[in-house]
């Protein structure tokens, strides 16, 4: 389902108003394993919107810096690489520096990475600000485990995706295993534990849910009651027409 004209435009107002076209944003924030980037792709898609992939972003950073010798300096390494996301059948693409790099940063060693310079408060710095940036011009839905809290703190939809330790093991086995790697369940979930501590207790913008998110435990939903669910809610804050 596409929804016509949004972002919603406010027809009372002058055409040449700055406020004629107003972004709408959606943030979706959760632990590993909730499904965020499933449903936040799916809910980007049927509404037009632009879907950004955080965690992507740090996964790219974790990539460029894992090339590079001991002691780099991964606050400048975040400050000066091209991350891209690039439309592609069935999702997107993630360019690093005009390379794609969308399976190389799902290795479970770049997770690792990933999981290590997000808590770098200059990288968190130099990726908060591209995040602003973008939610500041465009209608986004976008994912992550600091976005209703730091990096989109007054979108008008927040929601919380969490599911059960098991459940997410479960989902990330599967994810691994149709990307041809090899793990047990009890090495995912022992991940993913570890990951949810790293996360949770980090000095910099830690995972937790906003005051005011919308918190929805995806155990036993399909992805289309999730998406419908985070759809429906979007009409009921700011979809028009």
Not at 125 to 133: I, L, S, Y
Request: a neutral charge.
């Amino acid at each position: 389902m596409i929804w016509p004209n949004w972002p919603w435009r406010d027809t009372t107002m002058p055409a040449d108003s700055p406020a004629k076209s107003i972004p709408f944003r959606i943030a979706i924030d959760g632990p590993a394993g909730s499904g965020k980037s499933t449903v936040a792709r799916a809910v980007a898609e049927a509404l037009g919107m632009t879907y950004v992939d955080t965690g992507a972003m740090y996964r790219a950073v974790g990539l460029r810096v894992s090339r590079l010798p001991e002691g780099a300096n991964w606050g400048g390494e975040a400050e000066a690489c091209d991350i891209a996301f690039r439309p592609a059948h069935g999702g997107q693409r993630v360019i690093l520096d005009g390379e794609d790099i969308t399976e190389a940063i799902r290795a479970p060693e770049i997770s690792d990475w990933s999981s290590r310079v997000s808590e770098d408060p200059a990288v968190r710095a130099a990726m908060t600000r591209r995040q602003k940036e973008t939610g500041s011009r465009e209608s986004v839905v976008m994912e992550g485990r600091d976005i209703g809290t730091v990096v989109l703190p007054d979108a008008p939809l927040k929601v919380f995706l969490t599911a059960s330790e098991d459940e997410r093991a479960r989902r990330r086995l599967r994810d691994l295993e149709l990307r041809g790697r090899k793990a047990t369940l009890e090495e995912v979930r022992r991940e993913i534990r570890e990951r949810d501590q790293r996360d949770s207790t980090r000095d910099a913008a830690p995972l937790r849910k906003a005051d005011d998110a919308v918190e929805v435990n995806t155990d036993g939903m399909t992805i289309d009651e999730v998406v419908g669910r985070i759809l429906a809610l979007a009409r009921e804050r700011g979809a028009r027409g």
